[in-house]
């Protein structure tokens, strides 16, 4: 080949690459509670198979019974990268350094609560500022560390509280932590994850998607029918809408998570949506 081609062909690859580049900002991962039972059979095999799905990010599940050493060494064999870390509420407020130094050991860049304790149906005032306290002295400490930390809501937030939501009140006095929505617990309390999107674009830098079967009823109290989760797009939540919001305000990862006894045929399909929308 004619060696004067070799740059004019570089740069034509660059020029044809740009324009995919600039329209995908985030990127797709996959929250491995997903596939909590797999894991119980064949630990490899599911990590394995989350490759060929072309999915590299993952939101941590623990390290199924192997060291962390052992563990991380399975995650660089199959070229999955581990973006978030749990952490625990009695973690982050009684030991959050120990939550940090795990992040850091696996090249986590979040760490997200997905709980905060609490009498069933009995998250109140005093739940919620504690939450934020905790949250807030926890979030300071990641943020030193060069790691951002989310808290994860389950619908009970959005009692109302002081013509608002006890959430509001949370997303209000958020001084050093971000959240992570996930738009079917969104829905099953009661808000619009769409709006809420649109209203806090910076507070969310990590998006669980999931929809939900048309007709499931709502819930204020954190529970649902994990069966009512459906393919991205086959429900009654608004997920083209959230995905394509999600890339105005520049979300960082758009996590599936699958609570469903059908997840290992339905992900590869939420896949393909939300692939064929970051496309557009």
């Not at 070799?6 to 580049?21: E, F, G, I």
């Not at 949370?170 to 829905?187: G, L, P, R, S, Y």
Request: net charge negative; hydrophobic share 40%.
């Amino acid at each position: 080949m004619n060696k004067l081609l070799l740059p004019l062909l570089a740069l034509a690859s660059l020029l044809l690459l740009a324009p995919t580049q600039a329209l995908r900002a985030q990127e797709i991962g996959l929250q491995l509670y997903s596939l909590r039972e797999q894991m119980k059979t064949d630990v490899e095999r599911y990590h394995q198979l989350i490759n060929q799905w072309g999915v590299r990010f993952i939101e941590g599940g623990g390290t199924y019974g192997l060291s962390d050493k052992k563990y991380k060494a399975l995650l660089e064999k199959y070229q999955l990268q581990m973006v978030s870390i749990g952490g625990g509420y009695e973690e982050m407020r009684d030991d959050p350094q120990a939550v940090i130094d795990r992040a850091r050991f696996f090249g986590a860049r979040y760490i997200v609560t997905f709980w905060i304790p609490h009498s069933s149906g009995s998250f109140g005032e005093s739940e919620a500022k504690e939450a934020v306290e905790v949250f807030n002295r926890a979030g300071k400490l990641a943020k030193d560390a060069g790691l951002t930390f989310c808290y994860h809501p389950h619908g009970y937030e959005f009692t109302p509280y002081q013509g608002g939501t006890l959430f509001d009140y949370m997303m209000e006095n958020a001084e050093h932590f971000d959240f992570q929505m996930d738009v079917f617990w969104v829905k099953m309390g009661g808000a619009d994850p769409l709006a809420l999107l649109k209203a806090h674009p910076d507070k969310f830098p990590l998006l669980h998607l999931k929809d939900r079967k048309p007709g499931t009823p709502g819930s204020s109290d954190g529970t649902g029918d994990k069966q009512s989760n459906v393919v991205l797009g086959e429900g009654d939540i608004d997920v083209e809408g959230i995905i394509r919001h999600a890339k105005i305000a520049g979300t960082d990862f758009l996590l599936i998570e699958d609570e469903s006894s059908r997840s290992v045929a339905q992900i590869p399909q939420s896949i393909y949506f939300i692939q064929s929308i970051l496309a557009e």
